[in-house]
């Protein structure tokens, strides 16, 4: 079993900043992709940005240039650097975590933390 929780959300003017940490405890397979979602009110949930244990990273346009992602694998935590938000950058934001264990691939979502952004 594996649990994630999400902490850094919150409201923010535009321009402004936040970060956003995810920190996975549990049966954590050494193979794993860390990333975060959000979902806006009345749409679908999107990926934001996913990082491997090896640091390779995919970042969603929207948000390419202005969000950054990184992980501490010693602590199993992921981060979302978001610079620069817009009001369209308004969601809850969700971490995920995709372990393969003996070649099953299971997915374990955090709870989600809200961002605002707005004047």
């Known amino acids: 079993q594996v649990q994630l929780v999400e902490s850094g959300g919150g409201l923010v003017q535009p321009g402004g900043s936040l970060r956003l940490s995810c920190a996975a405890s549990?049966?954590?397979?050494?193979?794993?992709?860390m990333g975060w979602y959000r979902q806006a009110p009345g749409k679908q949930r999107e990926l934001v940005a996913t990082?491997?244990?090896?640091?390779?990273?995919n970042v969603a346009d929207p948000v390419k240039g202005r969000f950054i992602i990184s992980r501490d694998s010693a602590k199993n935590t992921v981060y979302l650097q978001m610079n620069s938000l817009k009001p369209e950058d308004t969601a809850v934001y969700y971490c995920?975590?995709?372990?393969?264990?003996?070649?099953?691939?299971?997915?374990?979502w955090g709870q989600g933390t809200q961002v605002t952004v707005s004047s």
């Open positions: 990082i491997t244990r090896g640091g390779n990273t």
């Open positions: 549990g049966s954590i397979s050494s193979s794993n992709v």
């Open positions: 995920k975590l995709v372990a393969v264990i003996f070649g099953v691939v299971y997915d374990y």
